[in-house]
Structures are given as C-alpha cells and as structure tokens.
C-alpha cells in the first residue's frame, strides 16, 4: 500500500462506519484507523461541529462526516458505482433491515472490546431514550429475530450472486455493513446464503470487524 492518504475517525459497531472501512479496504486504500469511545463528544465536535461518525479527515484537507459522501471522495472513478438512485433504492431497505438489526444488536455491542465503563453508560441511557430499557429489548429478542429473519429470506432473493447484479457494488457494502454487527448477537444464526454473501464481501474488502483491537 501507499503512505496513508487520511485518518478515520470511527466506532467498530456503527454501520455507517463499518460502511466506509468496508470501501477503503475493497479500493485498496492505506489509512490511519481511530477508534473513539462512545461518549467523546469534544472529538468529533471539534472536528466536524457534531457528534456523528465516521468522519473523514484527508491529507489534502477534506473533512467529511456522511458516510456516502465519504465513499463518493475516496472513489473519484466512481468503481463502486455510488448514485443518488442507488441510496433511493436501497434507503427503505436498510431502514427496514435496521430497526430489527439495532434493536437485536445494541445490547450485545455495548460489551465489546471498543466501550469502557463510561461509554457503556453513555450508550445504552442514549440508545434507550429511542428503543427502551435494554433488558426489555433481550426480552423481545425472538420477535425482532422473526422479522429480521423473514426480511432476510426475501432479501438473499436478490442475489445474482450480488445485490440485484453479477457484479459486486456499493450496495453490497451498504447491505453487509448494516448485517455485520449482527456477529455480535449469541447464538444467532445467519442462513448459509446469507453467511456465504457476507463472507464473500468481506474478502472482496479485507474487512476485519475488530482489526484495531489485534493489532
């Protein structure tokens, strides 16, 4: 690889996040890798004025916290072939995807390498303003599994053998990184298409979920 063309700042749960290291790793880009603990607010503040990630800070002094506008700058030959119509298309789909995949999945990532105590606490008052108490979400986990799981069987539909096509895009990143954290979750199980298309992107990728921690 080249010298590093950036730093991202980036948590290791977040999809959007996980969106973009996705992307620098199927384009073969050399990057500095930050991960911030949940509840930094002065960092990504000071950086972007808000607390959102992943932001984006180039060596030629881009600064950038949208995910597809991220990807859009790192692929100026648009090899991914990131449209306007692509995030129409496939928005009401991962919105969909999402609710059930949050919903199963934030009270397993908050006990993951990347939260300390503090961050821990942070998260889960934060997230359960939107979703309620977490123990409830566990409690409610075979009804999220059953949605998630009939979405899933009408999504892998779509593979020809990638979304919708025979060439691998943008919106197999923008699906996989949505699904990923779902690795997370005991005991659940992906069917073996779904395991088999997610494990295909991630070679396409290099993708390593928790990469900066076996470091």
Not at 29 to 36: A, D, G, I, P, R
Not at 92 to 115: C, D, I, Q, R
């Amino acid at each position: 690889m080249s010298n590093k063309i950036g730093t991202l700042y980036h948590y290791v749960h977040c999809p959007f996040c996980v969106r973009v290291r996705m992307a620098l790793g199927f384009l073969n880009k050399n990057y500095e890798s930050k991960v911030l603990s949940y509840d930094d607010e002065q960092t990504p503040v000071g950086l972007s004025g808000v607390k959102m990630l992943p932001i984006w800070q180039g060596e030629d002094g881009t600064t950038l916290n949208e995910s597809l506008d991220i990807i859009r700058h790192l692929d100026p030959d648009n090899s991914l072939a990131c449209t306007p119509e692509l995030n129409s298309s496939l928005e009401p789909l991962l919105n969909k995807l999402g609710s059930n995949v949050h919903n199963l999945a934030m009270p397993y990532w908050m006990w993951t390498p990347e939260f300390t105590p503090s961050a821990r606490e942070y998260f889960e008052v934060k997230k359960s303003k939107k979703r309620g108490p977490f123990n409830k979400l566990v409690a409610r986990r075979s009804e999220f599994e059953t949605a998630l799981q009939n979405d899933l069987n009408e999504l892998q539909r779509d593979f020809k053998p990638w979304f919708q096509a025979s060439e691998f895009s943008l919106a197999d990143i923008m699906i996989a990184s949505h699904l990923w954290g779902l690795y997370i979750v005991p005991e659940f199980r992906f069917s073996d298409q779904m395991h088999s298309y997610l494990q295909a992107v991630k070679k396409r990728c290099q993708f390593d979920y928790h990469l900066d921690f076996w470091r």
